[in-house]
């Protein structure tokens, strides 16, 4: 993006982790990029090697650590990154650790759906929605920032532009626009650089 009147967001999804693997919700658990995970990374970083980045930022959590980092450290122009908890995934309260099948068997037990665990929709929203509007503030002024998250993050990002659907892979670039303090998708879950790889394509999983 060369439009100074536009700020071009990439909202990149951290790439694959064992949980991804096993169907295994993660939530707020720190878990590790497998060896399938850091190649995407690697991929990612390779095709946006010459992306003017002015700013990143990331999750806390080491599976987005390890891709920000990967992707800052092979940019042309390298960044530093922003972490914050802020960007991090629905924390999911005693399902974390649960085997997806068993999370809503747990539910299931309690009259619940597996969903209602932890932190309630409302309150991830609402915690999603406050960070945005200090990322909207924060980046006045620059053209292009990447924002480093998980697939739940990124799908409640894309509810709050209007978008409901859409799968989200791992290492996957999402491109929103904001002019205006309006938002415009332009891109959803591109994954060009990792070619005709398979992807994990369950979206229970977080």
Known sequence: NTDPSVTRFFFIRHGQTDHN???ILQGHLNTDLNS?????AV????????FPFERI???????????????ANGLDSPQKIIFTPELRERHMGVIQGMHIDDAIAHGEKHGK???EFG???DEFTNRLSAYI??????????????????????????????KTEGVVYNTSVTVIDLKDD??????????????AQLHVTDQRVR
Not at 57 to 71: G, H, I, M, P, V
Not at 140 to 152: F, I, P, R, T, Y
């Open 57 to 71: 930022y990331s999750s806390d959590l080491k599976r987005c650590q390890d891709t920000a980092n990967t992707l």
């Open 43 to 50: 991929k990612l970083a390779a095709a946006l090697r010459s």
């Open 133 to 162: 509007e200090t990322l909207k503030q924060d980046t006045k002024g620059l053209k292009n920032v990447a924002v480093v998250s998980h697939g739940g993050t990124i799908r409640a990002v894309l509810k709050l532009c209007g």
């Open 21 to 23: 693997v096993k169907k």
């Open 36 to 40: 399938e995970g850091h190649q995407q």
């Open 113 to 115: 759906h597996y969903r």
């Open 182 to 195: 309006k938002w415009d998708i332009r891109v959803v879950s591109n994954t060009d650089h990792l070619g």
């Open 119 to 121: 932190e309630t929709t």
